[in-house]
């Protein structure tokens, strides 16, 4: 079986649709889930805020593509 965890991107992930959505999933113990927004601040606070089993990193992304906060690029 592979212990490596499914990557899902949840773009607006700390707004109002992508939060929601990032609750229900992170339950799960086989995803990271990449919190992205245009605010790294916010990115870092939900992902440390959200109470989950599976992993979450904040991610940047704006406009004009992304600019990973931390390692999140690696990978």
Not at 12 to 38: H, Q, S
């Amino acid at each position: 079986m592979n212990a490596e965890r499914l990557r899902v991107l949840v773009l607006g992930g700390y707004g109002t649709f992508g939060g929601r959505l990032a609750r229900l999933l992170c339950d799960e113990p086989r995803l990271t889930l990449l919190i992205a927004g245009r605010s790294p601040g916010k990115a870092m606070a939900f992902a440390a805020a959200l109470r989950a089993r599976a992993a979450a990193e904040p991610v940047r992304m704006g406009r004009c593509g992304d600019a990973p906060i931390g390692a999140v690029a690696a990978g």
